[in-house]
């Protein structure tokens, strides 16, 4: 190891070393600035700065330019619901949700050396796999071309051409279907969207990495059993990955949900035209999260057809020796069968080979799947409210009470 690298640069060589949060630029920056501990301490501050950073000259300059509230444009600042959607609520989750990798994370990356999973020869390659995984963590490369990617596509091109409202608002007014910042438009562009896209693009990155940790660990020879009642020879504990990640999925939908709320609010749309693209988003998630995981799919097959034989093989003897000594006369003539651990010990091979035949080819489970996806639309829900008026939702209020 280098002992001239700063701890969060240097290469780990122990599992709880793994972490996908502490390390590269932004993270020595916040350090820098007493905006994070060694261990992601200060989250509040975080919070505060950034939405101060990103939000609050916003809210001043539309002030300014008189274009906070009132009607002199068609959509004021304060009822931007996607503004306030991406910077208030999508930005903060994003930054809690590396508190919550960077714990369940690290635990289970040691788990795969706690189980025994890693074997004494497969020991050296695991350990490359964190440190590389490290490696690109730390590079700034990576950060600084995100960072170029977020102004040159996501502001120059997504955000002015795709995304902004078809209409006057207090960032500015779409012209030929390009927008024309005003002096808080050009805040929101030049500030506000690039740290929030920095911020989940970074993310993307991590999910990244991760993925290619998890491809690189399945390459390994891995001490699986097929009899494991998680029924994935012992990397179900994968599946808890999810759970650490779910803020983050969720800020991808309060994001989308706000920019879907402007166009229903403000130029006319309905929410059924944005079917696809919660759908997509959906789909997705899914792929990102449990996608990786299938990287374990050629390996379980193994260990299950290698565990249909061996089992089948074992069992065909104890059921052989069990009929020859019950229903062909084997048994002594004192031994009785009620009671007799003959019984047993065939019911608990029998669990253990349907163990082996429902073995999953990813450990992954159709809860998980169910959790992951409610999350993620769970931030269109007040949109439904949309698609009703008043007097409506009354009626059926007053249907179901009476």
């Not at 040159?152 to 960032?171: C, K, L, N, P």
Request: with cysteine.
């Amino acid at each position: 190891m280098n002992n001239d690298l700063k701890p969060d640069e240097r290469l780990p060589t122990e599992p709880e070393d793994f972490s996908l949060v502490l390390g590269g630029p932004l993270f020595q920056l916040w350090q820098r600035s007493h905006m994070a501990g060694d261990g992601l301490q200060l989250l509040h501050r975080r919070v505060i700065v950034l939405a101060t950073i990103a939000w609050l000259p916003l809210l001043v300059l539309s002030v300014v330019e008189g274009h906070a509230w009132g009607s002199s444009v068609a959509l004021p600042f304060v009822r931007d619901i996607e503004v306030h959607a991406r910077l208030l609520l999508a930005m903060p989750l994003l930054i809690f949700a590396e508190l919550t990798v960077h714990q369940r994370f690290r635990s289970v990356v040691r788990q795969f050396i706690d189980r025994g999973l890693v074997p004494p020869a497969g020991r050296a390659r695991f350990d490359a796999a964190i440190a590389a995984a490290m490696r690109l963590r730390n590079s700034i490369t990576a950060e600084v071309a995100m960072l170029a990617f977020v102004y040159v596509v996501g502001v120059a091109y997504i955000w002015r051409t795709q995304v902004a409202v078809d209409a006057s608002s207090w960032y500015g007014v779409a012209l030929d279907g390009k927008l024309q910042p005003s002096l808080a438009g050009w805040w929101l562009g030049c500030v506000s969207l690039p740290v929030f896209q920095f911020l989940l693009l970074r993310w993307y990155f991590r999910l990244f990495i991760w993925a290619r940790f998890l491809w690189q660990v399945a390459r390994i020879e891995l001490t699986l059993i097929p009899t494991h009642p998680d029924r994935c020879g012992g990397l179900g504990f994968l599946a808890a990955v999810g759970h650490a990640l779910s803020p983050v999925f969720v800020a991808q939908g309060v994001m989308l949900a706000g920019v879907i709320a402007n166009k229903i609010f403000y130029t006319g749309a309905k929410l059924p035209e944005f079917k696809m693209h919660i759908a997509a988003l959906v789909v997705i998630t899914l792929l990102a999260l449990l996608g990786p995981l299938f990287a374990f799919a050629p390996v379980l097959a193994g260990v299950r057809r290698t565990g249909l034989r061996e089992y089948g093989t074992l069992a065909q003897g104890y059921v052989r020796s069990f009929d020859h000594k019950w229903l062909r006369g084997g048994a002594p003539p004192d031994e009785p069968l009620i009671g007799s651990a003959d019984i047993q010990s065939l019911a608990d091979l029998n669990n253990s080979f349907e163990v082996v035949t429902s073995m999953r080819f990813a450990p992954i489970t159709f809860q998980a799947i169910l959790q992951l996806a409610v999350m993620t639309v769970l931030p269109f829900a007040p949109l439904l409210l949309t698609m009703f008026s008043a007097e409506e939702l009354l009626t059926e209020l007053v249907k179901t009470l009476f």
